[in-house]
Each structure stands twice: as structure tokens, then as C-alpha cells.
């Protein structure tokens, strides 16, 4: 048994896409004269009808309203036989503007101050040294610890490699740092040179980085 798809069409234009799509499919019987053309564009007015019944006047759809139409049909002695139990319709409702404007705006700026607060709220915290002189730091966001860092002095500068597990799971590989202002270089690392990776393999590297003193 065939099957009518619209796909996806606006409500205003329905009706000439069941018609279109109807004799697209059913051309070849039209050229074998196995039905008539008049008999198929009946059939279509004839769905068509139903259809303005529950769009307009049941559901109250407006022409920018989105439908999909999805219908069985046969064909038999000639004439084009719905099988109208099998007709299934998707309806996607337009919003106007003016219902998602400001939704929108308000979702922006509440993204902008998450990212304000989350910026402001990530600091790094030394808390102890390995037997080689290396110095273990925590990544904190509020009270939570969420990623680990080793710093390794060399000089007057510093190589720095850990992992972050929130908000993304990162690692940071070895990467260069000025001692001076070291807080705010070991931020800009862990900000901008993290490599995204599983949480699993984050916190792994937390782990070995944790094992490494004994004063977490």
C-alpha cells in the first residue's frame, strides 16, 4: 500500500503539496491509463476537505504554521481509496516574535553573567611540594576542588602540567609559565591551553597529580 508524505509544509500550502505530491506518485498509472487524472485530482480535493476540517477548524492553525501529512492509500478499480486510519499529522506551531524575543535576550544575558560569576569565582590554590621539589596547586571553583596542577621551577620560570575535570574535562600538557604574578599565569593556562579529553582520563591525571604529596 502507498504512502502520501508531505514532509514538512506550511499550513497555507498544504493543499497544493498533497495534489503535487499525490500525482508525482501515482503519474506512471496516470501515463498507463490505469486511473484518470480528474479521479486523482478528486482525490486529493477529497483529503484536502478533511484536512482544512482539522487544521482550521478544529485546531486553529495559522497559515505559518508548520504540518506534516502522512497517509495510506490504494488504488482499486480505478479510483484512489484513502485508508484514513492510517492518517497520521505533525503539527509545529509558529511562534511569533514577539513570544521569543525577549526569551532569547534574557537566556544571553544570563549566559554572560554565569560566565562573569564562574570566571571570578576559579582560583588556584598551592597546597604542598613533592619530594623533588616540585609544587602541587588545586584548581577550585567556589569550595569545590575540580582540577590539579604541577608546577616545576626552572630558572625564574616554571613548567606547569595537570588536568581540569569541570565544567569540561581538559588536560593541560606541559606548558611554559612566568614565576611572576604566577597565579594569574597558572588561570591563563588552565583557561587557554587545556586540551579536551574524557573525564576519565581527567581524573586520572587529578589522581597521579594528588598521590604526588600528602599534604591535600
Do not use: C
Not at 479521479?39 to 495559522?62: C, M, P
Not at 565544567?167 to 604574578?181: G, Q, S
Amino acid at each position: 500500500m502507498p504512502t502520501l508524505n508531505t514532509g514538512l509544509v506550511i499550513v497555507g500550502a498544504y493543499a497544493d503539496k498533497v495534489r503535487r505530491t499525490l500525482f508525482a506518485q501515482l503519474k506512471d498509472k496516470i501515463k498507463a491509463k490505469e486511473i484518470d487524472s480528474k479521479t486523482v485530482a478528486k482525490a486529493s480535493g477529497d483529503l484536502n476537505k478533511l484536512l482544512y476540517e482539522i487544521f482550521v477548524n478544529r485546531l486553529k492553525l495559522d497559515k505559518g504554521d508548520v504540518v506534516r501529512i502522512v497517509v495510506d492509500y490504494d488504488v482499486e478499480n480505478g479510483e484512489v481509496v484513502w485508508n484514513l486510519e492510517s492518517l497520521r499529522v505533525e503539527v509545529f506551531k509558529r511562534l511569533a516574535e514577539e513570544e521569543y524575543a525577549d526569551i532569547i535576550k534574557e537566556s544571553v544575558k544570563r549566559i554572560e553573567e554565569l560566565e562573569e560569576v564562574e570566571e571570578v569565582r576559579m582560583r588556584i590554590e598551592r597546597v604542598g611540594e613533592t619530594d623533588l621539589g616540585d609544587i602541587i596547586y588545586e584548581v577550585r571553583v567556589g569550595d569545590e576542588k575540580v582540577g590539579a596542577l604541577v608546577l616545576t621551577p626552572l630558572n625564574g620560570e616554571g613548567i606547569v602540567r595537570g588536568a581540569l575535570i569541570k565544567p569540561n574535562p581538559v588536560v593541560i600538557e606541559r606548558t611554559k609559565v612566568v614565576m611572576e604574578n604566577l597565579e594569574e599565569e597558572l588561570l591563563k593556562v588552565v583557561e587557554e591551553k587545556g586540551k579536551v579529553v574524557s573525564e576519565e582520563e581527567a581524573e586520572k591525571i587529578v589522581r597521579e597529580i594528588e598521590e604526588m604529596t600528602t599534604s591535600f
